[in-house]
């Protein structure tokens, strides 16, 4: 396994689990809170790893800003899911047309990037999203 | 905004629902999220990004504030106090979960892949929530399930 995949699918777990841990927060308080309590949690990973990296001076400013731009691209993207949902949108409709945000990284990607996919890994994008709208799709009711 | 009108109503909006529009800001949001943490991973390491991720964050982190300061919903202290941990863990986990994103990009990995598979995270929520808070799994999430590790391999080829 190429090594920047096992990163990935390392991060596929973590925010897998997240969606667990996400659900029981907003089963006890709002999402507002669930969503400022994650922020603080943010803050303090990164005061840790400030101990192991510092920024060092000489960063390139396409570089310092695209990555504060992810910080508040990814943040307002959580609130504006809140609000959708909050909107009156039905959780599965919603969460289903959201998971289709790779397909537009994909497209920036090859245009801006100059990423280029084989025909193979055109079909996995694909399915990975087809996966994604399916996997978010509420399941049958509990068990009594 | 929910549309409670009668069938009957003689005018309809023609603006889209809200719970549309904001759907959409937020594939616009993320979809973008991707494309910038890779200009920025061609720059710098995993935790340089987090560090400088988390400083975009907080003029989001002090609105949110405000808002629940303002509107501070009425949750019993008991209730708080388990909402908070799991938010809190949430946040470290979606943190631990970033610097794994970051580390794929700088170590190669193209947007254009590492987007769709990172995108496949529900697959591990749905087979956590099917055994720790005992929901189950319909048809349509067992394809789902299947169709992620098809993906998953081919995008690694």
Wanted: proline residues 4%; hydrophobic residues 55%; glycine residues 8%.
């Amino acid at each position: 396994m190429q090594l920047w995949l096992g990163f990935a699918v390392l991060a596929l777990v973590f925010w897998g689990i997240t969606g667990v841990t996400q659900k029981l927060s907003t089963n006890a308080i709002s999402s507002e809170r669930s969503f400022l309590w994650f922020c603080w949690a943010m803050v303090a990973l990164s005061a840790v790893v400030l101990l192991v990296a510092r920024p060092h001076a000489g960063l390139a400013t396409i570089v310092v800003v695209s990555s504060i731009a992810g910080g508040a691209l990814n943040g307002l993207g959580a609130w504006t899911s809140f609000r959708a949902l909050e909107s009156g949108g039905k959780a599965s409709i919603v969460i289903s047309l959201i998971s289709l945000y790779p397909l537009l990284t994909v497209l920036l990607a090859v245009i801006f990037l100059g990423e280029r996919l084989t025909w193979l890994q055109t079909a996995g994008a694909c399915l990975a999203i087809a996966a994604a709208i399916l996997l978010s799709l509420e399941g049958p009711p509990k068990e009594a | 905004m929910t549309t409670t009108e009668t069938p009957s109503t003689p005018t309809k909006s023609r603006l889209p629902a809200a719970w549309l529009l904001w759907s959409l800001a937020t594939i616009v949001l993320w979809g973008t999220w991707g494309l910038v943490s890779k200009v920025a991973s061609d720059g710098v390491d995993a935790y340089v990004n987090q560090l400088l991720y988390t400083v975009g964050l907080a003029p989001l982190m002090a609105f949110v504030g405000w808002t629940v300061w303002k509107r501070s919903p009425k949750e019993s202290p008991t209730a708080r106090k388990r909402g908070v941990f799991w938010a809190f863990l949430t946040g470290i986990l979606g943190g631990l979960g970033n610097l794994a994103f970051f580390e794929a990009l700088v170590k190669g990995g193209k947007a254009s892949i590492v987007a769709p598979v990172t995108a496949l995270f529900p697959m591990v929520t749905v087979l956590l929530a099917m055994i720790f808070l005992k929901e189950r799994l319909g048809r349509v999430q067992w394809i789902g399930l299947a169709l992620a590790f098809v993906a998953i391999y081919l995008l690694s080829m």
